[in-house]
Structure formats: structure tokens, C-alpha cells
């Protein structure tokens, strides 16, 4: 069935330091992918999205690029900032017209001054 | 900022027992969710609602499980009788339209059965 997969582990980094986290899915159709991310003391909040191969979702510095070939959508900041710990879970949509999503299982990222 | 809010935070039972968890989504949403997510494990969709009635469940979703929108501005999940395997923090959510991806989630209920 349609399923994303997210790297392992939480991920701790200083300020400023250049934050990646791995996203690949599996999809029988076109899927739209996500990024949501949940605050502490918070819902999960969609981030980005993107809907077709080669879009690039941003937002709040963060970037992710829907890559077919690889079946990826790896979320990527460039510096990252203490307010930016989070957990980061990527999802995908497969069908249209429901909001059924995907998720992975996430990633806690944890910034240190 | 309108923000979907659940009730309770946690909540702890005997297996065997009745369990509702409640919503309230954002007021103009139309389409309302629960996922839920077993410790370790991945966000999983239950159930999505519109205009009354269940739209789409998944297998994990069984008779066990219901959903009603009682008064116009809850929206519960009941599970009739907890199993150990139901302990997992769940999720409800809602949103403007179906085909967006673009939910909204409260913090989550955290239940764990005993």
C-alpha cells in the first residue's frame, strides 16, 4: 500500500547548523506529499506541500523538492534556530478528493543554542 | 488564531471499559478526522466525517470504534470496550475542504489501557 518512510532517530543539532531529514515514499498513483510538524505542547500544522513531480514546497526557510526518480521529499533548512524543535513527520495523499494521509513516523529534531 | 481542541489530554482505563474522546474543530471546518499513533509507531488515518456520516475508515477502524458530531460542535470518538492495543495517542483533526491535505490537529489524547 501507499507508505512513507523517515529516517530513523531523533536528530540533534546546534543553531544555525544545516538541518536534512529523509523522506521516501511508496505510491501505486500521483501522490501529493507533505511535511507537517508538530510543536511541543501543540497539533501537528502542515508546513509545505507539494503536488507534482519537480514542485518545491517552502515555508519558514524550510524546502522540500518532490523527486520522482527517487521517490523522495527530503526537508531541508539551511540554519536552523532553538524555536525550530520540533517533530517533523512527512505524509503523503493519494487520492483525490480525500484527505486520507500517510504518515511516517517521525522525527523529533532537537536544536541547542 | 480558531484551533481544534481535544479533551481529555490523558486518560487512563481498565480493558474492558467504554472510552470517549472528544473534539472540538474549528468552526467553519466541514470534514473532520481521527488518526492515531501507537507509541514507536507511525500516524495512522481511523476515520474521516462529513456532513453527518463517515465518508471513509480503515481497517483499523472496526465495530469496536464510532464517531458521532452529537450538538453541531463536538465531534467524539468512542471505543466500546479498550484493548491494550488501543493504548496510542489520538489525533482528531479537521479541515475547510477534502482535497487539500491541509489539516488541522489538536494535541492529542493520550490513552492508555491497563
Known amino acids: 500500500g501507499d507508505s512513507v518512510t523517515q529516517m530513523e532517530g531523533p536528530v540533534t543539532l546546534s543553531e544555525e547548523a544545516f538541518l536534512t531529514i529523509n523522506c521516501t515514499y511508496t505510491?501505486?498513483?500521483?501522490?501529493?506529499l507533505f511535511w507537517y510538524v508538530q510543536y511541543p505542547g501543540e497539533g501537528l500544522q502542515l508546513l509545505l506541500k507539494a503536488t507534482k513531480a519537480d514542485d518545491k514546497g517552502s515555508n519558514k526557510g524550510f524546502e522540500a523538492t518532490y523527486r520522482k526518480e527517487t521517490t523522495s521529499f527530503h526537508l531541508e533548512k539551511g540554519s536552523v534556530q532553538v524555536s525550530d524543535s520540533a517533530v517533523y513527520f512527512c505524509?503523503?495523499?493519494?487520492?483525490?478528493?480525500?484527505?486520507?494521509?500517510?504518515f511516517g513516523k517521525g522525527n523529533q529534531v532537537v536544536v541547542i543554542p | 488564531e480558531p484551533e481544534v481542541t481535544q479533551t481529555p489530554s490523558h486518560q487512563v482505563t481498565q480493558m474492558g471499559q467504554e472510552v470517549i474522546l472528544r473534539c472540538v474543530p474549528i468552526s467553519n471546518h466541514l470534514y473532520f478526522y481521527w488518526y492515531r499513533q501507537i507509541l514507536g509507531q507511525k500516524v495512522e488515518f481511523l476515520v474521516s466525517?462529513?456532513?453527518?456520516?463517515?465518508?471513509?475508515k480503515s481497517e483499523i477502524f472496526d465495530d469496536q470504534f464510532s464517531v458521532e458530531r452529537p450538538d453541531g460542535s463536538n465531534f467524539t470518538l468512542k471505543i466500546r470496550s479498550t484493548k491494550l492495543e488501543d493504548s496510542a495517542m489520538y489525533f482528531c483533526a479537521s479541515s475547510r475542504r477534502s482535497n487539500t491535505g491541509e489539516l488541522f490537529f489538536g494535541e492529542g489524547s493520550r490513552l492508555t489501557v491497563l
Open positions: 466525517f462529513y456532513n453527518n456520516e463517515i465518508s471513509e
Open positions: 505524509a503523503l495523499s493519494v487520492l483525490y478528493g480525500n484527505n486520507r494521509l500517510a
Open positions: 505510491a501505486t498513483g500521483y501522490p501529493s
